[in-house]
């Protein structure tokens, strides 16, 4: 037994240490870092980044806005962000996986993958949509450039109809804003051809084929990217991470060589130091760092959970983190520059012509770059660099959902079978988002987007605080980060989650609350039976937070509720890293024959000496063979 102890200890907590085996070979591992960073950051920067944050940025006060931006980063952003990696990184789990650490807050894990399925089905439309605006954009004029088309209506003014002088556009443009008339191009291209809009959401209308044939492209290139799991997207991600950074730089050098650019980033930029003092200025910065992070999704979890055990999580956060907001700022200055440029063009306010959401990329956006020389080209490139946006994100999703129902099932044919679970949901995903093709699609995608992953978010990320710090115990996490990096968390990170964050999710969760507004998509007010929906898929990812804890505590034993309650929140005794070389210290499975019992590990041959263990998990380590010291999953 002293022998096993010593063992224990000596492959235990030494990064780099000989001998140790740091791979999951059932679970797979990432090939190498980059390729978990690229992938976070291609999770974490989506399409939130390009078309939410510049708007927000120039309605809050402009440069005023990044103070608080950056204070939300800095205390709420990072330090979650740090969190969600290393619980996961920690047990090698995905987002049900991790709740072994208190048992009866599994709901939480089930509360996220219902946040993940849902934001799964509608982002996968959007992405479906840019694969539209894609193809059709190979052409010599873009579709959307005049208003002599079937689809257009009386009111329809384009700039460049009946080429006419920018003194004549801009006179024109004038008279169509006053009689509020005026509508562009791209807007009926968009509104009466592209989703050809029914007048209710209840009236779904017929299904749009050619964003159908889309919907059936964009999930047949997310399946075959993740065919392989981890092995497959980590290769991907090379180009589908960092391609969009050559297409924005190639847009941002466009843009600021335009007339008007100054003009448009300016107003993009100018504080306005009064509105800082502003609750809802405060309120905005966190709910978008907050949501542009990607906290609470399960995604980060699970991404982190195909870590080496003695990754560098903490680097990894800080700089994945910086890189997300630094890309929303970035955008910015390719958005603005464009919308600068039109709005010179038409002689009105650069606010006449900024949008966020829908509104940017596919209306606002696409009629800037019809006033391009080449304008295809500059359109190709805007919406492939949308796809990959929205494709990065994509896959963690699929991957979270995929990753946590293998681990919860655990035997070793579901293992083999991964891929056919990855088709599964991908084929599950692309006939629940047929709806959102119909002509109504667009205002189910909305109250999708504006319902079920807002306040839900908010809730899920609190009680996962709650349950990591002050049920399982802030000692014991730290502890726990400390075996896994060799180091504890800063100071700095051990206040944030104790106290800083939670109090912040919580000002998120009351300004939610306070700011809520009855959704409504530009003069169309949705109905009382509509919102009522978007409460239950709010509520459908909260509610199984209490369902799951009345469940366990019912199934616990003990003799009073009290007792049931201790023993429902009570770490699993299977709680710990997965692979055996890293249970060191009270994880030691030799050193506790209670805890060595419920090990969910193949155990090593006993007649074998140390030597001839060394020697089979170096073999091990190339060729797979049967000696894996991975847990079951």
């Not at 509508?183 to 779904?204: A, C, K, Q």
């Not at 047929?434 to 609190?462: E, H, K, R």
């Not at 802030?474 to 800083?500: S, T, V």
């Not at 090593?604 to 263990?613: G, I, T, W």
């Amino acid at each position: 037994m002293a022998d096993k102890c010593s063992e224990g200890l000596l492959n235990g907590t030494v990064p780099g240490e000989r001998g140790k085996q740091d791979k999951s070979v059932k679970r797979g591992n990432w090939g190498n870092q980059i390729e978990f960073v690229l992938t976070s950051v291609g999770y974490a920067v989506g399409l939130g980044n390009v078309w939410r944050f510049p708007y927000l940025c120039y309605r809050n006060g402009g440069g005023a806005f990044m103070f608080p931006y950056f204070i939300m980063l800095v205390f709420c952003g990072i330090p979650l962000f740090f969190m969600e990696l290393s619980f996961g990184q920690f047990a090698s789990q995905g987002c049900l996986g991790v709740w072994r650490v208190s048992p009866m807050f599994k709901g939480v894990g089930y509360g996220m993958m219902v946040v993940s399925t849902y934001i799964g089905i509608y982002y996968n439309v959007v992405i479906c949509i840019a694969f539209y605006y894609f193809f059709v954009s190979m052409t010599p004029v873009l579709p959307w450039t005049y208003c002599s088309n079937p689809w257009n209506t009386p009111d329809c003014v384009g700039v460049l109809d009946g080429n006419l002088s920018s003194r004549a556009a801009l006179n024109l443009t004038r008279l169509f804003n006053t009689t509020q008339k005026r509508t562009s191009p791209s807007e009926e291209y968009w509104r009466r051809f592209v989703l050809d809009l029914s007048d209710d959401i209840g009236n779904l209308g017929e299904v749009r084929l050619p964003l159908l044939g889309c919907l059936g492209v964009s999930w047949v290139v997310v399946f075959l990217c993740l065919i392989k799991g981890v092995k497959s997207s980590g290769k991907v991600v090379y180009f589908t991470a960092t391609f969009p950074y050559v297409v924005l730089t190639i847009l941002f050098v466009r843009g600021i060589t335009l007339e008007g650019a100054l003009t448009g980033i300016m107003y993009y930029l100018t504080p306005q130091w009064d509105k800082i003092l502003n609750a809802k200025v405060w309120g905005d910065a966190a709910s978008q760092i907050f949501y542009s992070l990607g906290c609470a999704w399960g995604g980060l979890i699970t991404m982190a959970s195909y870590n080496k055990f003695h990754n560098n999580c903490y680097r990894d956060s800080i700089i994945i983190s910086i890189t997300n907001c630094a890309t929303s700022v970035y955008a910015g200055f390719v958005i603005f520059s464009i919308l600068g440029f039109m709005a010179n063009h038409l002689g009105v306010d650069v606010s006449k012509v900024a949008d966020h959401g829908p509104g940017l990329a596919f209306v606002a956006y696409p009629e800037a770059l019809t006033l391009l020389p080449i304008s295809p080209l500059w359109s190709i490139l805007f919406f492939f660099m949308l796809i990959l946006l929205g494709l990065g994100t994509q896959f963690c999703l699929l991957e979270t959902l995929v990753t946590a129902i293998v681990d919860e099932v655990g035997n070793e044919w579901i293992i083999r079978k991964k891929t056919f679970v990855t088709l599964g949901v991908a084929v599950v995903g692309f006939l629940l988002g047929v709806p959102l093709t119909t002509q109504a699609g667009i205002y189910w995608l909305l109250l999708m987007d504006n319902y079920a992953a807002s306040f839900s978010l908010v809730v899920i990320s609190c009680i996962m605080c709650v349950a990591i710090m002050y049920i399982y115990g802030h000692h014991n996490y730290f502890k726990d980060i400390e075996m896994m990096l060799g180091f504890p968390p800063p100071l700095f990170f051990q206040i944030c989650w104790r106290f800083i964050s939670p109090a912040i999710i919580f000002f998120i969760l009351v300004f939610t609350v306070i700011q809520y507004k009855p959704i409504s998509y530009n003069d169309y007010v949705y109905p009382t039976w509509a919102i009522s929906i978007g409460f239950l898929m709010a509520l459908s990812s909260v509610i199984c937070i209490p369902i799951y804890a009345i469940y366990k505590v019912c199934r616990s034993e003990g003799d009073t509720l009290l007792e049931r309650l201790k023993n429902a929140t009570k770490a699993s005794k299977d709680w710990g890293p997965a692979l055996a070389e890293h249970r060191s210290g009270r994880y030691a499975p030799a050193c506790s024959p209670s805890t060595e019992s419920h090990l969910e590990v193949q155990p090593l041959q006993p007649e074998k000496s140390r030597s001839e263990v060394a020697a089979a998990s170096s073999v091990q380590g190339s060729n797979g063979s049967a000696h894996s010291q991975d847990s079951r999953l």
